[in-house]
């Protein structure tokens, strides 16, 4: 399919340098499938966006991305993509995308569209062709078919692991019925990567980009973006016991960071200066350091990457200090902005993750009978304080849909319920993603909290959150949203995307103080409450207690001299 080229862009002017909106955005991360359900089946679609754009609005946001929405069997929830330029069924239409589109601009907000380069689905119509061709074909070789090893090639071409457990390699029966080639499936069997060493992988992703484009998106979110090129040779690899699922404490994983990747996202960054309006790209890039990530934002590659090492950083100002001082030293060397993120659809959501008291990797999730569970109430103190401190910091902001009311990962979700392939890969051993993917409550008296007229809903919502309905929240200003709303407003009011942050000394280790701009944050981290300087209170995460900041609480202020 073919869209025409859109001439007119709603933010078709393009910012000097050093001012692009992608530099100091508030983006919201809306799972489709999980934010709102026009047609009563229990599975979100883009009308359902649509309706509630207005709230998004009223919260704040600048952008919105959206997680994958296109033609897929929905193996691995819509990243197994199985046409990339159409809006699979579940969803919508093309039209019910563009009259999204066109509603979101129409309010200012600008969208995201994601992106899956890594791999496809087995559906796809490339990897069907790759079946029924012979070993060396040139359908195969848009894919990572490999001979297998053995004396009858019985053995997988080496010993890589699946990031949702078990090999990730699957053996084909041949056309004749015989045992033949090997292909790689980094993630489910049902999503074979490609191979970006082949050209016309490559001219296809051009294709798919101009596609979005020209309909008008305002940039890309790049799913696995490390993982794009392997090593030549493809050397076996055991990852150490207690590494995370996506590789981001590793070094010299020969699936991902190798240094031809960057040549990929050099050449978008070329095709999207063809497009007015400050077109962005933001990479899923799961590297051990700021430094390293920041490869994929240099002025000619990518425009932001996600800052994991800050997502994993626990509720503890010794630890988050040098994190952020890092981030902001590393994306300022090569011109990027730094983003801050807490929450997303892949990790435990922070108001259950700041409150563990039990490792728990990434990937791996939460569930009845995993041990440390979260403690709810010091969850939601610290996930209201940890928001208040990502607003408050220079650069661009990542806001996963329902954090904004408090929500914590759905734990006692029912082993018949899951749907996440981890879950099934791993035979119940990790609980996997779905904790935080549980559809969001608008409305507290409504079937489904508000999710879906019906009341269906494709995994269970908690009792427990019908108090966090949106309706109830709204008109609170004590609730999460009405948090959220005057952190956003003060952020924009106060221009701290693009300011600048500086240090405060003089408070006690457990305590994080800076200034950004007129703004200044204290967070503390610790168990005593500590003493304020004079101020206006512009916002806080909690009560304060005879002027002094209790435990778990963050405060922006205005200092009297300002």
């Given at each position: 399919m073919s869209s025409p080229?859109?001439?007119?862009?709603?933010?078709?002017?393009?910012?000097?340098?050093?001012?692009?909106?992608?530099?100091?955005?508030?983006?919201?991360?809306?799972?489709?499938?999980?934010?709102?359900?026009?047609?009563?089946?229990?599975i979100g679609d883009l009308p359902g966006v649509t309706a509630h754009l207005d709230d998004l609005v009223q919260l704040g946001v600048d952008a919105v991305w959206l997680s994958p929405f296109q033609r897929s069997?929905?193996?691995?929830?819509?990243?197994?993509?199985?046409?990339?330029?159409?809006?699979?069924?579940?969803?919508?239409?093309?039209?019910?995308?563009?009259?999204?589109?066109?509603?979101?601009?129409?309010?200012?907000?600008?969208?995201?569209?994601?992106?899956?380069?890594?791999?496809?689905?087995?559906?796809?119509?490339?990897?069907q062709q790759a079946l029924a061709a012979a070993p060396g074909s040139a359908e195969r070789a848009r894919y990572m078919f490999r001979d297998g090893t053995g004396e009858n090639g019985e053995l997988p071409p080496n010993n890589w692991e699946s990031v949702f457990g078990g090999p990730a390699w699957t053996r084909v029966t041949e056309a004749d019925g015989t045992p033949g080639?090997?292909?790689?499936?980094?993630?489910?069997?049902?999503?074979?990567?490609?191979?970006?060493?082949?050209?016309?992988?490559?001219?296809?992703?051009?294709?798919?980009l101009r596609f979005w484009l020209d309909r008008g998106v305002d940039g890309f979110r790049v799913d696995v973006a490390h993982g794009l090129i392997k090593k030549?040779?493809?050397?076996?690899?055991?990852?150490?016991?207690?590494?995370?699922?996506?590789?981001?404490?590793?070094?010299?994983?020969?699936?991902?960071?190798?240094?031809?990747?960057?040549?990929?996202?050099?050449?978008?960054?070329?095709?999207?200066e063809e497009y007015a309006g400050d077109r962005a790209l933001c990479a899923e890039a799961w590297r051990p350091t700021a430094d390293e990530t920041a490869l994929w934002v240099r002025p000619d590659e990518m425009h932001q990457a996600f800052n994991f090492?800050?997502?994993?950083?626990?509720?503890?100002?010794?630890?988050?200090?040098?994190?952020?001082?890092?981030?902001?030293?590393?994306?300022?060397?090569?011109?990027?902005?730094?983003?801050?993120?807490?929450?997303?659809?892949?990790?435990?959501?922070?108001?259950?993750?700041?409150?563990?008291?039990?490792?728990?990797?990434?990937?791996?999730?939460?569930g009845p009978r995993s041990p440390g569970k979260p403690i709810a109430d010091v969850g939601l103190r610290r996930a209201r304080a940890a928001s208040s401190v990502m607003l408050a910091?220079?650069?661009?902001?990542?806001?996963?849909?329902?954090?904004?009311?408090?929500?914590?990962?759905?734990?006692?979700?029912?082993?018949?319920?899951?749907?996440?392939?981890?879950w099934f890969r791993t035979?119940?051993?990790?609980?996997?993603?779905?904790?935080?993917?549980?559809?969001?409550?608008?409305?507290?008296?409504?079937?489904?909290?508000?999710?879906?007229?019906?009341?269906?809903?494709?995994?269970?919502?908690?009792?427990?959150?019908?108090?966090?309905?949106?309706?109830?929240?709204?008109?609170?200003?004590?609730?999460?949203?009405?948090?959220?709303?005057?952190?956003?407003a003060a952020r924009r009011e106060h221009r701290l995307g693009a300011g600048t942050l500086e240090w405060v000394d003089g408070y006690p280790a457990h305590?994080?103080?800076?200034?950004?701009?007129?703004?200044?944050?204290i967070a503390n981290t610790g168990s005593e409450a500590i003493g304020l300087p004079r101020g206006t209170v512009i916002a806080a995460s909690g009560e304060l207690t005879d002027g002094a900041l209790p435990a778990d609480t963050a405060i922006w202020l205005v200092s009297a001299e300002s």
């Open positions: 080229h859109i001439a007119e862009h709603p933010f078709a002017l393009t910012s000097r340098p050093g001012a692009e909106w992608w530099r100091s955005a508030v983006i919201y991360q809306i799972y489709p499938r999980s934010f709102a359900d026009s047609t009563g089946d229990g069997p929905q193996k691995d929830a819509g990243y197994d993509v199985a046409d990339y330029c159409d809006v699979d069924p579940l969803f919508g239409t093309l039209s019910d995308f563009d009259t999204m589109l066109h509603a979101a601009h129409e309010r200012g907000i600008r969208i995201i569209v994601d992106l899956v380069p890594n791999h496809s689905s087995d559906q796809h119509e490339w990897f080639q090997w292909y790689l499936h980094l993630f489910d069997t049902s999503q074979p990567d490609f191979d970006w060493s082949n050209e016309e992988v490559r001219e296809e992703f051009r294709r798919i030549p040779g493809l050397p076996d690899y055991v990852p150490p016991a207690d590494a995370d699922s996506m590789g981001g404490g590793e070094r010299d994983v020969p699936y991902w960071g190798q240094p031809a990747v960057h040549d990929v996202y050099r050449d978008w960054h070329v095709l999207l090492p800050y997502l994993e950083t626990a509720w503890d100002a010794e630890a988050l200090r040098p994190v952020i001082a890092e981030s902001l030293r590393a994306y300022s060397a090569v011109g990027a902005p730094t983003t801050w993120v807490l929450s997303n659809h892949d990790v435990v959501r922070h108001a259950s993750r700041l409150a563990l008291t039990a490792e728990n990797p990434q990937g791996h999730g939460i910091l220079p650069g661009s902001a990542y806001i996963f849909q329902g954090e904004e009311l408090g929500l914590p990962e759905a734990v006692d979700l029912p082993d018949a319920a899951r749907q996440d392939p981890t035979a119940g051993e990790r609980y996997g993603r779905d904790g935080c993917r549980v559809p969001v409550p608008w409305n507290s008296q409504a079937p489904a909290y508000g999710f879906s007229p019906t009341g269906e809903s494709w995994l269970p919502q908690p009792a427990s959150w019908g108090v966090l309905a949106r309706d109830l929240q709204v008109d609170d200003p004590s609730s999460t949203l009405s948090l959220y709303r005057a952190l956003l305590v994080l103080a800076f200034r950004n701009g007129d703004v200044t944050v």
